[in-house]
C-alpha cells in the first residue's frame, strides 16, 4: 500500500466522521468499550483483549459506519495481527484477571466489611435469642398462676350457662351449615381466582428479531429482580453485560467451563449482552435459557427487553 494511503483506524475514523458520529455514539451500537474504539483509531491493536478481537471488533465497528467488514479486513490484512486458527484466545495467553469495574471493586469492599462485622452480629443476635426465651418463660409461668385462680370463680358460671347454650345450640348450628356452605363457595373462587392470577404472572421470553450476529428477546412478566448468567463451554470467550442506562456489570474473557451470575438493577427495562464467540457462549435470564445461536458470525449482541408485570382490575 502507497504512504498516502491511510491506515484501517483513520478510515473507519473518517467514515464515522461523515455520518456524524461520536466514539460515543458507536459505543452504544456495538457495546464495544470507548477505550477499544480509540485504540482501533489510533492503531493501538496490543492494547485489545487479544489479537482475534482486533479482527471482530473492527468489522463490528465498519458495520456501525456502513463500511463493508470483510473488505476492509481483506484490504488492510498485512496491517493487523494474525489471529489463531480457532478463533478464540488461548487459555495460556488470556489476561491472568479481568478488568474490574468500579461497581465490582465497591462490591468486594462491601464484603470485606461484612465478613468484619459478621462475628459481632452472630453474638449480639444469640444473646437477643436467649433473652427472648427467658422473657417467654418468665411470662408462661405468670399467666398459669393467675388462670389457675380464675377456674375455681369460672366453674360456677358454666352450669348456669349450659341451659342457655343447649337453647341456642339449634338455631347456631343451621346458622353454622349455612356460612360453612358460603364460606366452601367462597374459598372455591378465592382459589380459582388465585391460579389464573399465578397463570397470567408467570414470566415468559418471547424471541422478538435476529438481524445479522444480533438477536433480541422480550421478557414478559419480569420480576422486578432479574438476573443474568453468562458461561463459557469447551472454548474462552470475551463477553459484556451492560444493562440500559447504565455502566458494565461484567466485562472479560470468560474462559472454558466457567459461569458468572449478575443481578440486573431494579427498574432495568432491558440488558444488552455482547460476545466474541457464539458457539462458546451460553447466556441465561432467571434461570431461562436463552438461544443465540440463530445469529450469524461468531461475534454479536443479545438484547433483552425487561417487560415488567402488571395487575389487571376485576
Not at 461520536?22 to 489510533?42: H, N, P
Not at 491472568?96 to 465478613?115: D, I, M, W, Y
Not at 389464573?196 to 428477546?217: I, P
Not at 459461569?259 to 457462549?281: D, E, I, K
Request: glycine share 6%.
Amino acid at each position: 500500500m502507497s504512504e498516502e494511503t491511510p491506515t484501517i483506524g483513520q478510515k473507519l475514523q473518517e467514515a464515522r466522521n461523515a455520518k456524524g458520529l461520536t466514539i460515543d455514539d458507536v459505543q452504544q451500537s456495538t457495546k464495544i468499550q470507548r477505550r477499544y474504539l480509540i485504540a482501533i483509531e489510533d492503531g493501538k491493536f496490543d492494547e485489545l483483549p487479544g489479537d482475534f478481537y482486533v479482527r471482530a471488533f473492527i468489522k463490528q465497528y465498519a458495520q456501525a459506519v456502513d463500511l463493508n467488514g470483510d473488505e476492509l479486513l481483506k484490504d488492510y490484512n498485512d496491517q493487523l495481527p494474525q489471529a489463531a486458527a480457532t478463533h478464540v484466545m488461548p487459555a495460556d495467553e488470556a489476561p491472568a484477571t479481568r478488568e474490574k469495574t468500579p461497581q465490582v471493586r465497591e462490591s468486594n469492599g462491601t464484603l470485606e466489611r461484612l465478613r468484619s462485622i459478621l462475628p459481632i452480629a452472630l453474638v449480639t443476635l444469640l444473646v437477643v435469642v436467649i433473652l427472648g426465651a427467658i422473657w417467654v418463660f418468665a411470662v408462661r409461668n405468670g399467666n398459669k398462676s393467675s388462670n389457675n385462680s380464675q377456674i375455681s370463680s369460672s366453674a360456677v358460671k358454666v352450669s348456669s350457662s349450659k341451659d342457655t347454650e343447649s337453647s341456642s345450640s339449634s338455631s347456631a348450628s343451621s346458622s353454622s351449615s349455612s356460612s360453612s356452605s358460603s364460606s366452601s363457595s367462597s374459598s372455591s373462587s378465592s382459589d380459582s381466582s388465585s391460579d389464573k392470577s399465578k397463570k397470567n404472572s408467570k414470566a415468559k421470553l418471547v424471541s422478538v428479531s435476529t438481524t445479522g450476529g444480533n438477536s433480541t428477546y422480550r421478557l414478559e412478566n419480569a420480576p422486578a429482580t432479574n438476573k443474568i448468567t453468562i458461561a463459557a463451554d469447551n472454548a474462552a470467550s470475551w463477553m459484556q453485560v451492560t444493562p440500559a442506562g447504565s455502566s458494565a456489570l461484567y466485562v472479560g474473557t470468560m474462559q472454558s467451563g466457567k459461569s458468572q451470575t449478575v443481578t440486573l438493577p431494579n427498574g432495568a427495562t432491558s440488558v444488552a449482552v455482547s460476545f466474541g464467540n457464539r458457539t462458546a457462549t451460553k447466556i441465561q435470564i432467571n434461570g431461562k435459557d436463552v438461544d443465540i445461536s440463530k445469529g450469524t458470525g461468531n461475534t454479536g449482541v443479545l438484547t433483552i427487553q425487561l417487560q415488567a408485570a402488571t395487575s389487571k382490575a376485576k
